[in-house]
């Protein structure tokens, strides 16, 4: 069963910037592909980004796309979401997944298994 440990988040002024992270207890060729998910309070689960765990270009929704960045770090089982220029709209409780599906998704369902989920806070 893979764990996956989120840490990262807090609190910022709208332009600012915040780093998330997510550790995997374990790579497996089964796992084909990752993404990030947020849900704002009384609004939907969101998927923002996502990506092939072989390589590739992640994938963004207009939402984050050029502000938003994904990069792995395969040694440390770590894969990241840099967030530049947050805006209030932001503001939300972010999740990474992982899913053992072989076709690149934004959809809940299509995941297997998540992170605990970090809080992202942006001032105005």
């Known amino acids: 069963q893979v764990q996956l440990v989120q840490s990262g988040g807090g609190s910022v002024q709208a332009g600012g910037s915040l780093r998330l992270s997510c550790a995997a207890s374990?790579?497996?060729?089964?796992?084909?592909?990752m993404g990030w998910f947020r849900q704002a309070p009384g609004k939907e689960r969101e998927g923002i980004a996502c990506?092939?765990?072989?390589?590739?270009?992640?994938y963004y929704t207009d939402s984050v796309k050029g502000r938003f960045t994904i990069s792995q770090d395969n040694a440390k089982r770590t894969v990241y979401l840099q967030m530049n220029s947050l805006k209030p709209e932001d503001t939300a409780m972010y999740y990474c997944?992982?899913?053992?599906?072989?076709?690149?998704?934004?959809?809940?369902?299509?995941?297997?298994?998540w992170g605990q989920g970090t809080q992202v806070t942006v001032s105005s």
């Open positions: 997944a992982a899913s053992l599906r072989p076709n690149l998704s934004l959809l809940g369902p299509e995941y297997n298994y």
């Open positions: 374990e790579y497996t060729t089964s796992m084909k592909y």
């Open positions: 990506f092939y765990t072989s390589g590739g270009n992640p």
